[in-house]
């Protein structure tokens, strides 16, 4: 094999490793173009729908027994369990006893 075929070959190599290359990076164009433009405003609203739908999440996993055959704990039914951090704050600030007020104000000094 002569030298300047080897050359070609590696030259060949290189060229369709660009264009593979290329090619790759124009699909994930193609497809972030169509992600974020075309159906950018559809997706946006399913995920805000997505995320403050309502779901019901069931409960049962049974009961545990003790060695004697009696229940340790049993499944519970609970309509709604509701967390939002700043009614949580104000409720600990507005149930707690006296000494534990003056050890926030000492804490917050």
């Given amino acids: 094999m002569a030298k300047g075929s080897t ?8 060229i369709v490793l ?3 290359v290329l ?3 124009g699909i994930i164009v193609v497809r972030l173009i169509q992600l974020q433009i075309i159906q950018g405003e559809d997706l ?3 995920a805000v729908a ?3 739908a309502d779901d019901s999440i069931s ?3 049974g009961t545990i ?3 004697n055959m009696r229940p340790l704990a049993q499944s519970a039914s609970v309509w709604k369990v509701i967390i939002v951090p ?9 149930n707690m006893t006296q000494p534990e007020k003056e050890a926030e104000k000492q804490k917050a000094q």
Avoid at 7 to 14: D, F, N, P, T, Y
């Fill in 44 to 46: 946006q609203r399913r």
């Fill in 18 to 20: 660009a264009a593979l």
């Fill in 65 to 67: 027994y003790d060695c």
């Fill in 7 to 14: 050359v070609r070959m590696w030259q060949r190599s290189l």
């Fill in 86 to 94: 700043a009614y949580l704050q104000a409720d600990i600030k507005e």
């Fill in 59 to 61: 409960a049962q996993r």
């Fill in 23 to 25: 090619v790759g990076f």
């Fill in 50 to 52: 997505q995320q403050l």
